[in-house]
């Protein structure tokens, strides 16, 4: 059952990494803002359907965190979790490189393959300090609408939708800034293969896109158990 389960988040954060980065790498131009945000959104509401009831849909090591947090994930559960869906992020980044060097788009170092940056990364110019900020918010409204529609019987059959609503609020806003990550798998997949490819800028920022979603994880917890949280359920 635990491999099956690890399976899933795998298979998971692969859909997830491929059609949401694909969208903004492939059809970026076209689609605008709005069309990555709902690839992504798209991508959970999916998944939720399809594995919510082998593994819980996580794919997103900050998900899993913020679940281990509220008690709802066992700590062995928690690293084979991250493990899974790095990896499942990795290989749906070699898959979309793949791809995209078929295409006629000048190749896997001219589509960005959805990465995320800062500084010149970043359509506005916004620095490393103002991207761990911004991740770490996104992430925690994030996180915390998986932490609120998982929680009661009411919401739980629409927490997929909720969930991936949530995510393409969020991209909406942090897509000019950072890409929007909220996501480390998500994050570093794309970056290690552009490093591959030649191109370290990705790989070398990597690092607030995985910090700040695990940070920002942690303070939906903390918001979740001291504010939002029922009493009669904490």
């Known amino acids: 059952m635990q491999a099956k389960k690890l399976t899933a988040e795998a298979f998971g954060t692969f859909v997830l990494t491929f059609f949401g980065c694909g969208s903004a790498a492939i059809a970026g131009a076209t689609l605008g803002n709005l069309g990555i945000a709902a690839a992504f959104g798209l991508s959970i509401v999916a ?64 589509t960005g393959l959805g990465c995320n940056g800062y500084d010149a990364a970043s359509s506005v110019g916004l620095n490393a300090v103002g991207a761990f900020v911004v991740e770490v918010i996104l992430t925690a409204v994030f996180v915390l609408s998986v932490l609120g529609s998982t ?68 303070v939906a917890a903390l918001i979740w158990r001291f504010v939002c949280k029922a009493d009669d359920a904490a």
């Open 47 to 110: 998944m939720a359907f399809v594995i919510g009831n082998v593994s819980g849909c996580h794919i997103n090591p900050a998900v899993s965190l913020g679940l281990f947090l509220d008690k709802r994930l066992s700590a062995a559960d928690l690293i084979g979790y991250w493990i899974a869906q790095f990896v499942g992020g990795l290989v749906a980044a070699g898959a979309l490189a793949l791809v995209v060097s078929l295409c006629g788009l000048g190749g896997v170092l001219e």
């Open 151 to 218: 929680a009661d019987a009411k919401t739980a059959p629409f927490a997929g939708m909720i969930i991936g609503a949530t995510l393409a609020f969020v991209h909406i806003m942090g897509i000019p800034l950072t890409g929007t990550s909220v996501n480390p798998a998500r994050s570093f997949g794309p970056a290690a293969v552009m490093a591959i490819n030649g191109d370290v800028t990705a790989l070398s920022q990597v690092w607030v896109f995985i910090a700040a979603p695990l940070v920002g994880a942690a």
